[in-house]
């Protein structure tokens, strides 16, 4: 696959100093060890001491990785170590990754370039939807002190990149190596695994029961081996790890709760669509609302019930934390709730992919703690990629609207930062 990108055609003055300004405040997040998400540089260290675990003895301690305290994938760890045991500097190792992680605004774009059909000169305007990348505090964290995450999420994107291709020119080539992409990502990050299914579903939609279908199963199965392998036959089950709970009477941490999930994450859902909403970049359909609001009740009134995520277990997002910093309870957070469900009712009612990739959402999150982290900048890539939003990027000034938009990610981000000394 060959892309030919005429940089006179995409990049501009405004947008050079744009990606430079983004750029620069990134390496300068690396000089002063930024920690923006709240969590990476704990993390970080956590896992540095497994990687010097893996550098003394890597098969014993790939062999033995539940007994560690982590969730992570051992790909990333074994990948470090490895480096390490070559006598690389760690903070080499550190401003190598950092650049790695770039590739994901790059693949960001091409996504954007695939999907909308707009004039060569509207392309300039996609360098404004990848710089939300450089706001998002997950990203810069992680791409400063190492972590599976990002690098799992590039691979998604590549996957959700080669699945376009597909989309417009029904090459079967597209689809194995959308297969291949996000059994990568899947490796680095499961997480990003359920999103398979979508994939299926759409690859099922367009081939039936063929022996293209037969193929793909079969590719999946194939891919799949090593690590039902590694988890299942070697019981090495890693993931079943409780992370920041410390709760000894719960005795699994997978969906202990569905219904947390299901209040807590459409508020993280409303916390990055609010601004593209509000401009009319992302746009509803009112008609919608009120069969919306009917369906949404019953789906909160029981989840209220049973609801019982802990403050202590930390996480819960952002309307979570406010509800609980300005009242001291949940009293803020139970409205923002309901409006946020009957967003996402009101999005995906009617659109059957929508509503496939938010349950998805919820399937890739099954443990206790539901940590905003896990959603940035995830859902920004999301709502322009595999989505099916009514999304208008012709809106007349829609630079001075993106004004909005980066100052509203930017308090978020400062926020992050200022809450490391508060």
């Known amino acids: 696959m060959k892309y030919k990108l005429n940089l006179n055609n995409i990049v501009n003055k405004d947008s050079l100093i744009l990606f430079i300004t983004l750029y620069s405040s990134l390496i300068l997040g690396f000089i ?14 956590n896992q540095d001491i497994i990687v010097n675990k893996f550098k003394e003895n890597f098969i014993n301690s790939f062999l033995n990785y539940d ?36 590739i994901l605004p790059i693949i960001f774009y091409l996504i954007l370039e695939n999907k909308y059909s707009l004039e060569i000169k509207d392309k300039k305007k996609f360098f404004l939807i990848i710089g939300l990348v450089f706001l998002s505090p997950t990203f810069r964290s992680l791409s400063i002190w190492p972590d599976s995450r990002i690098l799992g999420l590039i691979f998604f994107l590549i996957s959700i990149l ?17 297969i291949c992409f996000y059994a990568i990502a899947s490796y680095f990050s499961p997480n990003f695994a359920v999103f398979s299914i979508f994939f299926f579903y759409k690859y099922l939609k367009f081939f039936g029961i063929s022996i293209n279908l037969i193929k793909i199963i079969i590719i999946n199965i194939f891919l799949s081996l090593p690590a039902l392998y590694y988890i299942f036959y070697l019981d090495i089950n890693f993931l079943n790890k409780s992370a920041a709970v410390n709760d000894d009477s719960i005795e699994s941490i997978f969906f202990n709760n569905i219904f947390n999930q299901i209040i ?29 609001i009917i369906i949404s009740l019953p789906f909160f009134l029981i989840s209220i019930y049973f609801f019982d995520y802990n403050y ?17 309870n949940n009293n803020l957070f139970y409205p923002i709730a309901f409006v946020s469900l009957v967003l996402i009712i009101n999005l995906i009612i009617e659109k059957l992919d929508n509503l496939i990739i938010f349950i998805l959402l919820i399937l890739s999150n099954p443990q206790i703690t539901i940590y905003h982290k896990y959603y940035d900048p995830l859902l920004i890539c999301l709502f322009f990629s595999i989505f099916s939003f009514k999304i208008n990027l012709k809106v007349q000034s829609i630079n001075l609207r993106f004004i909005f938009i980066y100052f509203y990610f930017l308090i978020f981000l400062f926020m992050g930062i200022l809450k490391k000394y508060i």
Not at 69 to 85: A, C, F, G, Q, Y
Not at 162 to 178: E, I, P, T, W
Not at 312 to 326: E, L, N, P, R, V
């Open 32 to 45: 002063f060890n930024e920690d923006s998400n709240g969590g990476a540089y704990l993390d970080y260290i």
């Open 67 to 102: 007994d560690f305290t982590t969730r992570h994938s051992p790909i990333l760890i074994s990948l470090i170590s490895l480096l390490k045991k070559i006598n690389i500097n760690q903070d080499i190792i550190r401003i190598i990754h950092l650049h790695i992680c770039l």
């Open 162 to 178: 080669f699945f376009l291709k597909f989309d417009k020119k029904k090459s079967l080539k597209y689809v194995y190596l959308n």
């Open 264 to 292: 807590i994450i459409p508020t993280i859902f409303l916390f990055y669509i609010l601004p593209f909403l509000i401009l009319k970049i992302i746009n509803l359909n009112f008609y919608k609302l009120k069969k919306a």
């Open 312 to 328: 202590s277990y930390t996480g819960g997002g952002i309307f979570f934390k406010i509800s609980y910093f300005i009242l001291g």
